[in-house]
């Protein structure tokens, strides 16, 4: 079964760079989609964007200047960088598996959770 | 964007009732609609896809419906394990987005 495990800082300064590896277990980020998801205080979900099998991304407009997914597949590791972070992206970030030609979310990571606080 | 509104925001019931959760969509997404499971201090999992197609390990007193804008997750004798929030995501639009979620709670 795949696994995915989210890493990085808990605590980001407004302005700088948010950036969080997801290692993968059980299946190769050579196949499918992989995506990163937020949970925001109040239970706010918002998907972030994907990068597929390929390497291919798709964003969310709403992020589009912000956000970069990359990948290393020697390591079957994704990353994500979230640029110029204000207090607003306080959040849970889950890695997650999409499946369906990146339609649903079939596995997640357990999350981290990200401060933005200077 | 595609909004997705969920109702009620809470629901409280005992044990043994059973429930109906409502996701509508702000247009009409044949059949995109997926729903998932948040227990406290755990991860989403899915638990329907496609509106009403079973996902391999998910009790059988969970069932979906709907086509259109209108939806319902519908849970037969909600057991203790089953208080939770639950939110749907459509993937008709490639930019997918979720509910606001419902929160199960107990009685």
């Known amino acids: 079964e795949v696994q995915l495990q989210e890493s990085g800082p808990g605590l980001v300064k407004p302005s700088q760079s948010l950036s969080l590896t997801c290692s993968v277990t059980g299946y190769s980020i050579t196949s499918n989609y992989w995506g990163w998801i937020r949970k925001f205080p109040g239970n706010k979900m918002e998907w972030m964007g994907y990068?597929?099998?390929?390497?291919?991304?798709s964003y969310n407009p709403s992020l589009k200047s912000r956000i970069s997914i990359t990948r290393d597949t020697s390591k079957n590791q994704f990353f994500l960088q979230l640029n110029s972070v204000t207090t607003e992206d306080t959040a849970t970030y889950y890695c997650a598996s999409q499946t369906y030609y990146g339609s649903i979310v079939g596995y997640w990571g357990q999350g981290v959770m990200v401060t933005v606080s200077s | 964007n595609i909004v997705l509104t969920q109702s009620p925001a809470t629901l409280s019931v005992t044990p043994g009732e059973s429930v109906s959760l409502s996701c509508r969509a702000s247009?009409?997404?044949?059949?995109?609609i997926h729903w998932y499971q948040q227990k406290s201090n755990e991860s989403p999992r899915l638990l329907i896809k496609y509106a009403s197609q079973s996902i391999s390990g998910i009790p059988s007193r969970f069932s979906g419906s709907g086509s259109g804008t209108d939806f319902t997750l519908s849970i037969n004798r909600v057991e203790s394990e089953d208080f939770s929030i639950y939110y749907c995501q459509q993937s008709y639009s490639s930019l997918y987005t979720f509910g606001a979620g419902t929160k199960l709670e107990l009685k």
């Open positions: 247009q009409s997404i044949s059949t995109s």
């Open positions: 990068i597929s099998y390929s390497g291919s991304t």
